[in-house]
T-cell receptor
């Protein structure tokens, strides 16, 4: 089966840096995606990794280690609007398997 | 703007009364997906179409059916909704020949079963 694990909830302070981890075990691997989802809304694409290493995109960075089945999403200079759930997803051929999401609470 | 559209945004149905949710896309993507998402849970893949080829997940109940009459439209039919089917239903598209092949999601339909 497919197994994707993320912490359930995290809290951080406005202006700080937070790292959200994701570990996965899937039968195939064609890329790892991070999505942001605000309550009651659809997920929106944040980042993509298919090779090992760090991908940087503004305040967001994502890291992948395929040998360890591990990724993290790094959010810098946190803003209140970053309060949301962050979903890790693995693509295996044409299917996407999601973790349960990490709810990030940003406090003033 | 190219997008994924879902109608209705909110749907209320009665226990056992068939309901159809619709999804349309202007992205011209080959692949369309239906997910079920319950509160604080991962989106669960129900099925997907690659062009006209239908791919059902092994654990998707028979109560859930889907139709894709053309590239732009995809429907989710719930034949006899139960209380446990109350959830957000997300439609997504992707195009495998794109660099990232990320999914584009519609806004979702929140289904309430009375």
């Amino acid at each position: 089966g497919q197994n994707i694990d993320q912490p359930t909830e995290m809290t951080a302070t406005e202006g700080a840096i937070v790292q959200i981890n994701c570990t996965y075990q899937t039968s195939g691997f064609n890329g790892l995606f991070w999505y942001q989802q605000h309550a009651g809304e659809a997920p929106t694409f944040l980042s993509y990794n298919v090779l090992d290493g760090l991908e940087e995109k503004g305040r967001f960075s994502s890291f992948l280690s395929r040998s360890k089945g591990y990724s993290y999403l790094l959010l810098k200079e946190l803003q209140m609007k970053d309060s949301a759930s962050y979903l890790c997803a693995v693509r295996s051929f044409n299917k996407f398997y999601f973790g349960s999401g990490t709810k990030l609470n940003v406090k003033p | 703007d190219a997008m994924v559209i879902q109608n209705p945004r909110y749907q209320v149905t009665q226990f056992g009364k068939p309901v159809t949710l619709s999804c349309s896309q202007t992205l011209n993507h080959n692949v369309m997906y239906w997910y079920q998402q319950k509160s604080s849970q991962a989106p669960k893949l129900l099925f997907h179409y690659y062009d006209k080829d239908f791919n059902n997940e092994a654990d998707t109940p028979d109560n859930f059916q889907s139709r894709r009459p053309n590239t732009s439209f995809c429907f989710l039919d719930i034949r006899s909704p139960g209380l446990g089917d109350a959830a957000m239903y997300l439609c997504a598209t992707s195009r495998p020949d794109r660099d990232h092949n990320e999914q584009f999601f519609g806004p979702g339909t929140r289904l309430t079963v009375l």
